[in-house]
């Protein structure tokens, strides 16, 4: 059962990563959403991600995976109405970045959660289920986002892309709340929220100048704040390289960079990232 709910959320997750994407042409021409507008409504999603993903991963050790997973997934159904029902592109970008919050909580708490309830032999076969589900789901969602948008149910158009999570949020909240055992980490220090709110400034910083550079005919300040950002990044990593307080959880570990299958992976996922991305 615990599968089955990973593997709903998991479709839930990767489906909305490339859904939005066929709709966007539906989307600007309804709600009269300039280029740049477009853009952050993909990159405001994948941005409070990226910048959350790992502090969330930190609260659910302290707090409990289950009651951040559950909380996740009730925001992300919220967050996905509030898109469906968005009337002005400031509107639907914010629901993006509240749902960029939401699958931020989650995620992290699946991966420990398999962990900690699978033994060594079955591990391997979860985390294959787990990969298969998300590299699915994203070929799916491309599909969907077309088909969802020209059937235009309900005359929705392509507030179907959002509300369609209203119905799998719901179902596995129930299934959450029922068969995923609660874990936490009872060593777990305090989450890093002064790394937390670096790194978040940080990524907005180099992705803000990228998304408006152009409409802006790339402005001197933009290279600065972009500059800015790959700076925080960098001071990030060389602050959490020297933390000697054992009592918060490290946003970043560098040391696991000196691990070649460890740093051979996350290259792996870099490059895929990029092009699917570029891709879609």
Excluded: C
Excluded at 43 to 55: C, E, K, N, P, V
Excluded at 72 to 89: D, E, H, K, R, T
Excluded at 205 to 214: H, N, T
């Amino acid at each position: 059962m615990a599968d089955f709910v990973a593997e709903l959320r998991q479709q839930d997750d990767g489906i909305d990563l490339t859904i939005v994407n066929v709709a966007l042409p539906t989307i600007r021409a309804d709600l009269r959403a300039s280029p740049s507008q477009l853009e952050w409504v993909i990159s405001a999603y994948m941005l409070s991600l990226a910048a959350l993903l790992i502090i969330a991963g930190s609260f659910g050790d302290l707090l409990g995976r289950k009651r951040i997973f559950l909380g996740g997934i009730a925001v992300f159904g919220a967050a996905s109405m509030a898109g469906g029902l968005a009337q002005n592109p400031g509107e639907l970008i914010a629901a993006r970045v509240v749902q960029g919050v939401a699958a931020a909580a989650m995620i992290p708490q699946l991966l420990a959660t398999f962990r900690a309830i699978f033994a060594h032999e079955e591990r391997g076969k979860a985390f294959g289920i787990y990969g298969a589900t998300l590299g699915f789901a994203s070929a799916v969602g491309l599909i969907a986002g077309g088909a969802l948008t020209d059937a235009d149910l309900f005359g929705w158009r392509w507030r179907s892309v959002f509300l369609v999570n209203v119905p799998i949020a719901l179902v596995t909240l129930v299934a959450a709340a029922r068969a995923v055992p609660e874990t936490r980490d009872p060593q777990a220090g305090h989450p890093d929220l002064a790394g937390a709110t670096l790194l978040s400034a940080s990524i907005l910083a180099i992705a803000y100048p990228l998304v408006e550079g152009r409409s802006h005919g790339w402005p001197g300040w933009g290279w600065l704040v972009l500059a800015a950002g790959f700076t925080g990044l960098v001071a990030l990593g060389l602050l959490e390289q020297r933390r000697s307080h054992a009592r918060v959880a490290p946003l970043l570990r560098p040391t696991l960079l000196r691990i070649p299958a460890f740093a051979a992976g996350l290259a792996v996922m870099a490059a895929f990232a990029a092009g699917l991305q570029g891709f879609s």
